[in-house]
């Protein structure tokens, strides 16, 4: 029977890298797809406007903005992944 040894493997200056699950990339990208259709989903709602009330005070303001927030929202978050994978790399 061999004794266990206790010397340590050499340690590297790099972190050790984080390993990726199977199927992360295609789920990031179906929440984004997903984030985006909401977003569009919301925009033609506020465009559409059925309601009696607000239908002679309409702004295409309104849908621009919905839109662009979600838009910037997806773009942020985009940026964000994609700056995370250039320093890991």
Known sequence: MEQPTTDSPPASDKPP???????????????????????????????????????????VRRPLLVLGCTLSFVGVWLLLLWAKRRTVE
Not at 34 to 58: D, P, Y
């Open 17 to 59: 890298r984080l390993q990726r699950a199977p199927g992360s990339k295609k789920l990031m990208w179906i929440i984004l797809a997903a984030l985006s259709a909401w977003g569009i989903f919301l925009a033609v709602g506020v465009f559409l406007n059925f309601s009696g009330e607000a239908s002679e005070r309409f702004d």
